[in-house]
């Protein structure tokens, strides 16, 4: 259990790019990166409107000097001060990421980039390349993977609990955008323009999480091939609003050769708030997790009652409570996920900077990268009417 004792020597000096007032997920980050004082937020470039930026920045007890206009200014200036940034955060619009995660470990910062990292898998691969060449850190922020009971079923497919994994069956298909909501919500207008969101919508917006959630449970998953169906329903919609894809797995330790995988990405969902959830089929037992209530994971043995597994509970893998907060019985959520994030985060950063790497799982550059990939793969399918395409 997790009692709030320090995990780094001293808080790392960090900023952010983004994440101003009504920013959808700029508080989140906040709360998950200051919640174990494992960084120090002194500096931002918070919003496209400097002033604007600067009034909210001032607000969160930034001094006044260290609101920058821009991220350019911010990283030039930073790196003047001997108390500079040490990391920064990307809260932006899906355009900027790239841009700003490379121009970032050019100036020598370690990274946490919302997702997609980028557009595409050539500038994925630039950004594995200038991370491990600069010797950083990038953290993408798969939120929902820092769930204990996701730490909890790893260990159990790894321990052969479930036998042979046969059958994926995920899904992240919520309702918000049932209608043309992006008509009225600004925050809702950039993500069906593909100059601003990218390729997809839906397959890169919620699609990419559970693919994450499957790879942290299973880190020797690897896809062999793939088919794609999408489309948008909601009429004038430039990028998918709804997408299904199957895939093919290749054979390893915990992974049946042929085992099936099925995803279901969709914000036209009518009536569900989530309903992002993932079911594994192995050989002798199946797991499933709901993102709506993660403090409990389903698990079925063949030919045995269901039992629900516990969030806490100390019949639970070591490693599922090693990060445990308030102990069993009591809810945690969201923000606690990402804390967990961000505390891997910043094990990570401080161990970079040492020159130290271990045998330690947090979503990585890498990560990010097999997102894209995956977003191009399933892309290539359905624009050839739902064709089998090739993984690698």
Known sequence: MYYGEKRVEEPIRWGMVGGGKGSQIGYIHRS?????????????????????????????????????????????????????IQAVSIATPNSMHYEVCKAALEAGLHVVCEKPLCFTSAEANDLIRLAEEKKRVVGVTYGYSGHQLIQQARQMIKHGDLGEIRIINMS??????????????????????????????????????????????MPDLQIDNLMCTKRAFVEGRELEDNAFVIMNLKGSEHIQAGAQVYCWASSINSGARHYHKIRVVGSKASLEWDDERPNQMLYEVEGEPSRVLERGAGYLYDEARVEDRIGGGHAEGLFEAWSNLYARFAVAMADADKGVYGDFWYPDVKAGAQGIKWIEKCVESAEHGAAWVDYD
């Not at 930034?62 to 930073?78: G, I, L, S």
Request: proline letters at 8%.
């Open 32 to 84: 998950a990166a200051l919640r174990d004082n494992n960084f120090q937020l002194v500096a931002g470039a918070f919003d496209i409107d400097p002033a604007r930026g600067k009034t909210f920045g001032e607000s969160l007890h930034v001094a006044p000097e260290r609101c920058y206009p821009d991220y350019k200014t911010m990283f030039a200036e930073e790196a003047k001060r001997p108390d500079g």
């Open 172 to 217: 992240f298909a919520f309702g918000g955008y049932n209608v043309k909501i992006e008509e009225t919500n600004p925050a809702a207008k950039w993500r069906f323009d593909p100059k601003k969101a990218g390729p997809s919508f839906a397959l890169g917006d919620v699609g990419t999480h559970p693919l994450f959630i499957i790879e942290a449970m």
